[in-house]
């Protein structure tokens, strides 16, 4: 599975993004899709998942209400619709995706969203 990012730059704080995610290759294997972050000086940390089957989100607490993820399997794409940005959500984000059968988790290249105050 190869995962390719997009989506980020610069945006001041209170403005919007959308970051996407394209997989290919095995992406029948493909049971979730999602995002970590990284802010400079921090560890990676977990943003939002959905399910490639049923669509079933998971956001991490900061971001509810602000952020959402959604997917579009025809073209084997997952999004991240970040509304209200804030200089706290500057980092690198990265798309992440899981195969079953074994379970194995696959990355793609970060892509920076910096938030100017």
């Known amino acids: 599975v190869q995962l390719q990012a997009s989506g980020g730059g610069l945006v001041q704080a209170g403005g919007s993004l959308r970051l996407s995610c394209a997989a290919s290759?095995?992406?029948?294997?493909?049971?979730?899709m999602g995002w970590y972050r990284q802010a400079p000086g921090k560890q990676r940390e977990f943003v939002a998942s959905?399910?490639?089957?049923?669509?079933?989100?998971n956001l991490e607490d900061s971001v509810k209400g602000r952020f959402t993820t959604s997917r579009d399997n025809a073209k084997n794409t997952v999004y991240l619709q970040m509304n209200s940005l804030g200089p706290e959500d500057t980092a690198v984000y990265y798309c992440?995706?899981?195969?079953?059968?074994?379970?194995?988790?696959?990355w793609g290249q970060g892509t920076l969203v910096t938030v100017s105050s």
């Open positions: 992440y995706a899981e195969v079953a059968g074994p379970w194995r988790r696959y």
């Open positions: 959905i399910t490639t089957s049923t669509g079933m989100t």
């Open positions: 290759g095995s992406i029948f294997s493909i049971i979730l």
